[in-house]
DNA sequence: CCACCTCGACCGAACGGTCGGTCCATATCC
DNA sequence: GGATATGGACCGACCGTTCGGTCGAGGTGG
């Protein structure tokens, strides 16, 4: 077992400090020089750790992009009626983007100005479309409302869910992140209407 | 009447040009040779109808901004039920945001690094402190359910309708606007669920 | 125990290139 | 001919990246 290391800078505290700016000043508007004044590293320091700033971009897109890909393979994502499916996965998804917050924002405002860039929108669709498998597939079996199109849906959902990273800070006196994934699911399944007194 | 004028580019024409570069590439990563490249101008030319690259994102934000005020201060957001102004603030909203999309779209990416960034996402969360006011006045009047704290749903209701920027775009055979308002609303008010059969 | 060596972490300075912006001469309209 | 519009040449600042070199902790041989 190594003893406790002394080195004070490794690859992933620098991954945490350029998500922070990252999605604070956007990835163009970062300069390395930003990242060493954030990271108490010296400019050319910073390639001592990484290559690139793309790389920079690419490891925090893959801290994103790893956990959610791995909810659509859990067994409440795969297993039972439809909407219990996505149900599962809407609220696995809002505990991802809580703890994996930095890297969901950046993955979520990502443009397709570089190689990376394109590369994280691929995946993103990829992500996407087993969402809209999901809800296509509670259409059919009669759980999701039909006189509403199944992607429109699709699409309208996930805006819903992805809009916490605008403004959702984990945090004491905050709400939990399963307690706000159970707020969601409510709100987008049954609506905000108050049920009618009857 | 002028005659038919033989001026090629005037601030407008610029404008959209350069709120679909911003949009596609980001204000940041949009270089003014990019914005000449675009409009056919030279980079010095543009200097001419513009004082700087970042005058041209405070008008493309104008351009945004003044019909989004303009719907909370029409007679049905501000006379009525709670509940059936929110809605048409909604369904406005949409409509505003189908026929000002390029620079809706650059009015939610916008960051605080600018000056005119920040005084944009001042003018936003005015305008959402209005609508959040039209959600808890709506569950005072026991139209909207009392479970969901009514900020967190404004917040939600908000991220699902600004989410359209990401994929909507009109054009024959697409939803219109208004068609589409009135979807977002029945899911947002009344759930994705199919209604039980009973 | 200590002189010697290795090696990863780190930095100051500078590179070629691009950035937003300026200057001034020219072309085109009324 | 004067206001309007345009473009080529150019500027200083800053960009991401590289390079030569320093520093100090840990291993090794005597």
Do not use: Q
Not at 77 to 89: K, N, Q, Y
Not at 142 to 168: H, K
């Amino acid at each position: 077992m190594p003893a406790p290391g002394r080195k004070r800078h490794d690859v992933m505290s620098l991954l945490e400090v350029a998500a922070a700016v990252f999605t604070e000043r956007g990835y163009d508007g970062t300069s390395m020089e930003d990242l060493s004044r954030a990271s108490g590293l010296s400019k050319s320091s910073l390639y001592h750790h990484v290559s690139s700033k793309e790389e920079l971009l690419r490891l925090a897109l893959e801290r994103a992009l790893e956990p959610l890909f791995a909810v659509t393979r859990e067994p409440g994502a795969t297993t039972g009626r439809a909407i219990d499916r996505l149900e599962h996965v809407v609220v696995r998804e809002v505990e991802v983007l809580a703890e994996r917050l930095p890297y969901v924002t950046l993955l979520l405002r990502v443009h397709g100005n570089t190689a990376t860039g394109r590369w994280a929108l691929r995946r993103r669709r990829d992500f996407d479309a087993v969402v809209a498998d999901l809800v296509a597939a509670a259409v059919r079996e009669g759980d999701v409302r039909p006189d509403l199109d199944a992607a429109l849906v699709t699409r309208l959902l996930f805006g819903m869910v992805n809009s916490l990273v605008e403004w959702y800070r984990p945090g004491r006196g905050a709400l939990d992140a399963a307690a706000l994934g159970r707020d969601v699911v409510r709100l987008a399944f049954d609506g905000l209407r108050a049920a009618p007194a009857r």
